[in-house]
């Protein structure tokens, strides 16, 4: 039996789980990947995301 493992990619930068680590994220029924280094602009500006995650624009910044 073989198996394939697909290298998993941040869904903004696009780096691999091979150069840094990365963040499973479940959203709207997906699962993506984000980077440690763009995890900020999830939490403080996801509309920078629109295109990339689905639902995006609906996700609302983190107040500090």
Do not use: W, Y
């Not at 493992?5 to 699962?31: A, D, M, Q, S, Y």
């Not at 980077?35 to 629109?50: A, D, E, G, N």
Request: with cysteine.
């Amino acid at each position: 039996m073989s198996q394939t493992n697909e290298v998993k990619h941040c869904l903004n930068c696009n780096v691999t789980e091979n150069e840094i680590p990365l963040i499973n994220l479940n959203f709207t029924g997906r699962k993506e990947f984000i980077c440690s280094r763009c995890l900020p602009i999830l939490i403080h500006s996801p509309q920078k995301l629109v295109g990339k995650l689905d639902g995006a624009d609906k996700i609302p910044s983190g107040n500090h």
